[in-house]
């Protein structure tokens, strides 16, 4: 059985790739360099010559608050292409399982919290990611389709904000823990007094790490067959405040952290409810705080060769 990870060099890829090796299962991971998945003749002729059983879509243009609200043409129009090619590539190459990966802002901006799979498009989205969010929901509404007019066992995943080794570690473009990972260390480095980070810091976040959502997709391919995607997080949260003092503590920063509150905060609250996947198996067991000492640990001995 020869198993697709699209994507495989980024963040969630690479550690969706380390499992499966480890389990002896056949992987072809896929990036730019080995076939542009803008490009959908080279996508279904890819395809079309291997013909895997499995294809794993972890391959998307994703980035922080501001790069999402400075770039969302870039957003919306290149995660709609690579996903349609991708999934309908596989379909041409008859492709028996797909597993799509989505993002938790595809959730309203004010939801109950913590947030079930059923509130989906119950309300507005967050204007800061909205082009992402409707990229990946309508990513969602072809898994449906496709299962609906041909019969495909193909499933939807929702995590939650994945952090972990192999990040992108760009302050400008990366998520919020790699890019507090790089400033407080930068920060620390350069004999900092202080450091100045987005908004108040009181939205509350959670986080999944890397190896754990890798977990999770191969406990699914297995055990989750429905037109229902499924929420995947760890089922804990924290502020932003809070996570930045950890952060900073574990990086060794010294210096005051400041907040510029003219900058956005995003969603005020982002939790999701577990429970489904929770029920049917699968459960989270990397910890916030053995996850970022081992992400900071990763960072400092990769530091030449990473993104920051």
């Given at each position: 059985m020869t198993i697709v990870v699209a994507g495989h060099t980024g963040l969630v890829g690479s550690a969706i790739l380390e499992l499966l090796e480890e389990k002896g299962q056949s992987v072809v991971g896929v990036n730019s360099s080995v076939v542009d998945l803008l490009n959908r003749k080279s996508t279904f002729d890819f395809m079309k010559d291997l013909?895997?059983?499995?294809?794993?879509?972890?391959?998307?243009?994703?980035?922080?608050?501001?790069?999402?609200?400075?770039?969302?043409?870039?957003?919306?129009?290149?995660?709609?292409?690579?996903?349609?090619?991708i999934m309908d590539a596989s379909f041409a190459a008859n492709v028996e399982r797909f597993i799509f990966l989505?993002?938790?802002?595809?959730?309203?901006?004010?939801?109950?919290?913590?947030?079930?799979?059923?509130?989906?498009?119950?309300?507005?989205?967050?204007?800061?990611?909205?082009?992402?969010?409707?990229?990946?929901?309508?990513?969602?509404?072809?898994?449906?389709?496709?299962?609906?007019?041909?019969?495909?066992?193909?499933?939807?995943?929702?995590?939650?904000?994945i952090y972990g080794p192999r990040d992108n570690f760009n302050e400008e473009t990366a998520h919020v823990i790699p890019a507090l990972i790089s400033k407080f260390i930068k920060a620390r480095d350069r004999g900092d007094g202080s450091v100045q980070l987005w908004g108040s810091g009181s939205p509350r976040r959670e986080f999944l790490h890397s190896s754990d959502l890798a977990e999770a997709i191969y406990f699914s391919i297995e055990n989750f067959d429905s037109d229902d995607h499924l929420n995947v997080g760890s089922g804990t949260d924290v502020t932003i405040k809070e996570l930045s003092v950890l952060i900073a503590d574990f990086a060794g920063f010294k210096g005051q952290i400041l907040w510029d509150q003219s900058k956005p905060d995003g969603t005020p609250r982002k939790l999701l409810d577990i429970s489904r996947i929770m029920e049917?198996?699968?459960?989270?067991?990397?910890?916030?705080?053995?996850g970022i000492h081992q992400t900071i640990d990763w960072y400092e001995e990769n530091r030449d060769r990473v993104r920051s």
């Open positions: 013909k895997p059983e499995i294809v794993i879509d972890a391959a998307a243009i994703a980035g922080g608050i501001g790069f999402n609200n400075s770039k969302p043409v870039n957003f919306i129009s290149n995660n709609l292409q690579i996903q349609t090619n989505g993002s938790s802002c595809i959730y309203p901006r004010e939801c109950p919290q913590p947030i079930k799979e059923e509130y989906l498009m119950t309300g507005k989205l967050e204007a800061t990611n909205s082009a992402y969010a409707v990229a990946k929901i309508a990513g969602m509404e072809m898994i449906k389709a496709y299962r609906r007019q041909y019969g495909k066992k193909w499933i939807s995943l929702m995590p939650t904000n049917i198996g699968w459960s989270p067991k990397i910890s916030l705080s053995e």
